[in-house]
Every structure is written in structure tokens, then in C-alpha cells.
């Protein structure tokens, strides 16, 4: 008795019904893919199979996921997080999304300062103020932060760019 099997369970019916869709012939498809009519045959008929290469062009012409093009099912997007927690839970189970919000917060932050992108990359002397800090008591902290940030504002006042460390040799 013959099975019933779905018109496209095999990748080679897929790709068949992609180059049916596309309006080429078998060497047609070859010549875009690199290989010849035949070897378009064998995947076709699931012969072999194509090259990842491949796959990716044959994917790109028929405007198909390669989740499709090589299993036949698209794979489940991530869901969109809506509170930290959720997001975290997703991100342990798809590593991506983790860049994904990464870049959400840097594009925010660049918005926050008027779309002006600012490269951030601390110098020693910054890294040692931030270990420093960070590894104080809070009434150092206070006192610290305090005075960095009226210093700051006062200079930001006078536009001058002085203040306190506003050279290396305070540092030293």
C-alpha cells in the first residue's frame, strides 16, 4: 500500500516546487546554484543533497526560510519579552535575543543624548576609578560621587572643560 506522504516532505520536493515557483528549469537553477542539470535532478529527487552553499541560494530564490527549505516547518520565533523577567527567561533559551536587547538599550541610550552617537571606552585611569569605587564604603561613594558631580557641573557651567582631573597629572 503507498503511503501518504505530504507533496513536500522531502527537501527534495521543496527545492522542486521552488524551482517550479521561480519559473526555471533544472539547468536554469544549475546555473545559479554552480552545478549542473543533473545535480539539480539528484536533489530533486533526494538523491543527494546540496551543498549548505546551496541551500542558501536556493532558499534566497524561492524567498523560503532555510528552517523550511531543510525541514519542511519554520521554526517558532522567540516570543517578545514585556518585563525584564520574561526577557531573561528567554534569553537563557535563545542566545540571540540577548543581542537583541542589547542593542535596544544601546539605541536608547543614543536617543537619550539627542541621537548623537557616543563611543564609550574608558581609559585606565576610568577603569581604576570604577574599581575603586565600586569597591569602597557607601560613605565614601556619597562623598565621592558628590564631589564629582558638582565639580562636573561647574565645569559644564563654565564650558571650559577644567575641573578637577581634568589632567592627568591630578591623577597622580
Request: charged residues 30%.
Amino acid at each position: 500500500m503507498r503511503s501518504m506522504k505530504s507533496e513536500l516532505e522531502t527537501i527534495g520536493k521543496r527545492i522542486r516546487q521552488i524551482r517550479k515557483k521561480s519559473g526555471l528549469t533544472q539547468g536554469g537553477l544549475g546555473e545559479k546554484l554552480g552545478v549542473g542539470h543533473t545535480a539539480v535532478s539528484d536533489y530533486e529527487n533526494d538523491n543527494t543533497n546540496p551543498s549548505p552553499d546551496s541551500l542558501v541560494k536556493i532558499a534566497e530564490i524561492g524567498n523560503v526560510t532555510l528552517d523550511w527549505l531543510i525541514t519542511g516547518k519554520e521554526l517558532e520565533k522567540p516570543a517578545t519579552p514585556t518585563t525584564p523577567e520574561q526577557a531573561l527567561a528567554i534569553a537563557v533559551h535563545h542566545p540571540d535575543v540577548l543581542k537583541i536587547i542589547r542593542d535596544g538599550l544601546i539605541k536608547e541610550e543614543f536617543e537619550r543624548y539627542g541621537g548623537e552617537r557616543r563611543q564609550i571606552a574608558l581609559s585606565d585611569e576610568e577603569r581604576i576609578l570604577i574599581e575603586n569605587y565600586r569597591a569602597a564604603s557607601d560613605k565614601i561613594k556619597r562623598a565621592a560621587f558628590n564631589m564629582l558631580n558638582d565639580d562636573a557641573q561647574e565645569s559644564r557651567r563654565n564650558d571650559d572643560g577644567g575641573g578637577l582631573g581634568s589632567t592627568a597629572e591630578n591623577c597622580g
